[in-house]
Nanobody, 120 residues
Framework: QVQLVESGGGLVQPGGSLRLSCAHS????????LGWWRQGPGKQRELVAR???????NYADSVKGRFTISRDNAKSTAYLQMNNLKPEDTAVYYC??????????????WGQGTQVTVSS
């Protein structure tokens, strides 16, 4: 069973940047979509960004133009570059996979996530 480990979070001032990484044990097929979700205080987990094996991306409206998702297919790893961070981006961030654009069920157990706190 693949285990996911997110890293790169931290405390940053508004307007700052962070880069999140997603490491894992095992193998993730390159045809799977990789994505980043987040769960803010008192909120449901939401999809922030995802990327297909071919590199097509989509983003939540709230992060468009500020966040960039990328992947390294050789390593089956996903990254999330977050720029111009806002206090409302404060959340625990998780990575995971989906089998296809149509089958959006989460493939793997959730990892611990990485905390991102945006505050002055």
């Amino acid at each position: 069973q693949v285990q996911l480990v997110e890293s790169g979070g931290g405390l940053v001032q508004p307007g700052g940047s962070l880069r999140l990484s997603c490491a894992h044990s095992g193998s993730i097929p390159s045809i799977f979509l990789l994505g980043w979700w987040r769960q803010g205080p008192g909120k449901q987990r939401e999809l922030v960004a995802r990327i297909t094996g071919g590199g097509s991306t989509n983003y939540a409206d709230s992060v468009k133009g500020r966040f960039t998702i990328s992947r390294d297919n050789a390593k089956s790893t996903a990254y999330l570059q977050m720029n111009n961070l806002k206090p409302e981006d404060t959340a625990v961030y998780y990575c995971n996979a989906q089998r296809s654009i149509v089958d959006t069920r989460i493939v793997f157990p959730w990892g611990q996530g990485t905390q991102v706190t945006v505050s002055s």
